[in-house]
Nanobody
Framework: QVQLVESGGGLVQPGGSLRLSCAASGFTLDYYAIGWFRQVLGKEREGVSC????????YYADSVKRRFTISRDNAKSTVYLEMNSLKIEETAKYYC??????????????????WGPGTQVTVSS
């Protein structure tokens, strides 16, 4: 059974940092591009970052460039999202997702096949 599970969310002050993890099971992570998305209730799910399956190519939304870093450890079947200088408006539920095989770049939610349940990130003083 394919499963993605996010962890690492929580409450952080503006300007603070969090590291999210996405643990995969039931499929070979190496073969899939993995993305991070976020969603505020009532708004569309927004692509934040993604990383390719093999050569480590990455993509970042303009709003998070130079503050967020995506990485993967295929041996641990885990993808990470390091988030620095967090802003209040980045409060959202963050999701990781596995793209359809062979898809790259995978920037929109329509290019993803597997989704985790999400982890809440709240940026507040």
């Amino acid at each position: 059974q394919v499963q993605l599970v996010e962890s690492g969310g929580g409450l952080v002050q503006p300007g603070g940092s969090l590291r999210l993890s996405c643990a995969a099971s039931g499929f070979t992570l190496d073969y899939y591009a993995i993305g991070w998305f976020r969603q505020v209730l009532g708004k569309e799910r927004e692509g934040v970052s993604c990383i390719s399956s093999s050569d480590g190519n990455t993509y970042y939304a303009d709003s998070v460039k130079r503050r967020f870093t995506i990485s993967r450890d295929n041996a641990k079947s885990t993808v990470y999202l390091e988030m620095n200088s967090l802003k209040i408006e980045e409060t959202a539920k963050y999701y990781c997702a596995g793209a359809f095989p062979g898809v790259w770049p995978a920037r929109t939610r329509f290019e993803y096949k597997y989704w985790g349940p999400g982890t809440q990130v709240t940026v507040s003083s």
